[in-house]
T-cell receptor
Framework: AQSVTQPDIHITVSEGASLELRCNYS??????LFWYVQSPGQGLQLLLK??????LVQGIKGFEAEFKRSQSSFNLRKPSVHWSDAAEYFC?????????????FGKGTRLSVIA | NAGVTQTPKFQVLKTGQSMTLQCAQD?????MSWYRQDPGMGLRLIHY???????DQGEVPNGYNVSRSTTEDFPLRLLSAAPSQTSVYFC???????????FGPGTRLTVT
């Protein structure tokens, strides 16, 4: 079965600093990969997704992520963090060769932004 | 489109009570799922469905039942509520495997 690891439970960055959130997955074939964001008390919103093609994908709110097959990683980046980016971020993986398998989510990384 | 809707938003139950969390989507999505979210645990899959009449268990199915009689609706039933079921519950849907998953706003359930 596929699995997702987000090694960082909590990250604090200064406003304006760059950000990288790590995501590692376990899956034998090319996966479908997603990053979601959850603001306090809210549901989950899709930031970006990777299915195939260009390994650098652009998302909403200035986020991007890079799929690295050799490292089984799909790290999320943003060059300059805004205070409104404070939220919880979830990486998710889906199987590309199975029609019946739901997404598996990591445990999340909580991002705090300080002035 | 309303997207994925969930009712109620908040619910307090006593131990042993039963209830149904409602979930509906108006996007004609085949795939629907129920997750629970607990601090430090991320989202854990309870049950999912790949179409009307087809359901399967996820990671944490005990104490919950589901059915899928229509494409639009996917209710989650708590048979006999326990304090361990205190959580935030999210319903989600997607068109196919190669599409994004849309989430409802969640139901915050407290069992006393």
């Amino acid at each position: 079965a596929q699995s997702v690891t987000q090694p960082d439970i909590h990250i604090t960055v200064s406003e304006g600093a760059s950000l990288e959130l790590r995501c590692n997955y376990s899956y034998g074939a090319t996966p479908y990969l997603f990053w979601y964001v959850q603001s306090p008390g809210q549901g989950l919103q899709l930031l970006l997704k990777y299915f195939s093609g260009d390994t650098l994908v652009q998302g909403i709110k200035g986020f991007e992520a890079e799929f690295k097959r050799s490292q089984s990683s799909f790290n999320l980046r943003k060059p300059s963090v805004h205070w409104s980016d404070a939220a919880e971020y979830f990486c998710a993986v889906g199987k590309s060769n199975s029609g019946n398998t739901p997404l598996v989510f990591g445990k999340g990384t909580r991002l705090s932004v300080i002035a | 489109n309303a997207g994925v809707t969930q009712t109620p938003k908040f619910q307090v139950l006593k131990t042993g009570q039963s209830m149904t969390l409602q979930c509906a989507q108006d996007m004609n999505h085949e795939y629907m799922s129920w997750y629970r979210q607990d601090p430090g645990m991320g989202l854990r899959l309870i049950h999912y469905s790949v179409g009307a009449g087809i359901t399967d268990q996820g990671e944490v199915p005990n104490g919950y039942n589901v059915s899928r009689s229509t494409t639009e609706d996917f209710p989650l039933r708590l048979l006999s509520a326990a304090p361990s079921q205190t959580s935030v519950y999210f319903c989600a849907s997607r068109r196919t495997l190669a599409h994004e998953q849309y989430f409802g706003p969640g139901t915050r359930l407290t069992v006393t």
